[in-house]
């Protein structure tokens, strides 16, 4: 059955180093998203990506988040220099049409920032 | 803005049928979703309701009223696996917003 990959499943990182987060989404879907999930909360939205731009992105999304679909499997999230707060498991997620509700998830990647 | 509530946690014991509520405010609506995530484990699609009424999957059902701004999952015959959090989620297309989650615990 096709699935959402995600690599790193863990990394450790220095406060204000550059992290990339890297994801290949189902090869036959359309819309791909980054979510993050605090250890012990909720899942929340960081930005989708559709026809190679980005489609939304939350508050949480500023300059120091960017995403690139650099060939036609991969799709990156890159944090510049990340902060202790950026401590989180990432979730990569795509979907077929976009419509019915349901995302695809990759298993994850743990970013831990000291 | 959008905001979506659920309780906190719910525990019921093996063979029962628990009902996890979600009410949620949201300036533009096309479906409710639900999944289910287990500890360390990524979110996994249950259902989707676009219009009121129940949809069932196996176990599983989730209700909608548009009108209340107010859905719920039902889960049936709980077995030991079912133990997991479970996230209401509304959107479309472009951007999906997940609600408080609930923490099932089944207990033997």
């Known amino acids: 059955e096709p699935e959402v990959t995600q690599t790193p499943s863990h990394q450790v990182t220095q406060m204000g180093q550059e992290v990339i987060l890297r994801c290949v989404p189902i090869?036959?879907?359309?819309?791909f998203y980054w979510y993050r999930q605090i250890l012990g909360q909720k899942v929340e939205f960081l930005v989708s990506f559709y026809n190679n731009e980005i489609s939304e992105k939350s508050e949480i999304f500023d300059d120091q988040f960017s995403v690139e679909r650099p060939d036609g499997s991969n799709f990156t999230l890159k944090i510049r220099s990340t902060k202790l707060e950026d401590s989180a498991m990432y979730f990569c997620?795509?979907?077929?049409?976009?419509?019915?509700?349901?995302?695809?998830f990759g298993e994850g990647s743990r970013l831990t920032v000291l | 803005g959008q905001s979506l509530e659920q309780p906190s946690e719910v525990t019921a014991v093996e063979g029962a049928i628990v009902q996890i509520n979600c009410t949620y405010q949201?300036?533009?609506?096309?479906?409710l979703s639900w999944y289910q995530q287990h500890d360390g484990g990524a979110p996994t699609f249950l259902s989707y309701?676009?219009?009121?009424g129940l949809e069932e999957t196996g176990r599983f059902s989730s209700f909608l009223s548009r009108s209340d701004s107010y859905g719920y999952l039902l889960l049936q015959e709980l077995q030991m696996k079912d133990s997991a959090s479970y996230f209401c989620?509304?959107?479309?297309?472009?951007?999906?917003?997940f609600g408080t989650g609930t923490r099932l615990k089944v207990l033997a």
């Open positions: 989620a509304v959107g479309g297309t472009y951007k999906y917003i």
């Open positions: 997620a795509s979907s077929p049409s976009g419509g019915r509700g349901e995302l695809f």
């Open positions: 090869s036959n879907h359309l819309y």
């Open positions: 949201t300036s533009g609506f096309y479906g």
């Open positions: 309701n676009a219009l009121d």
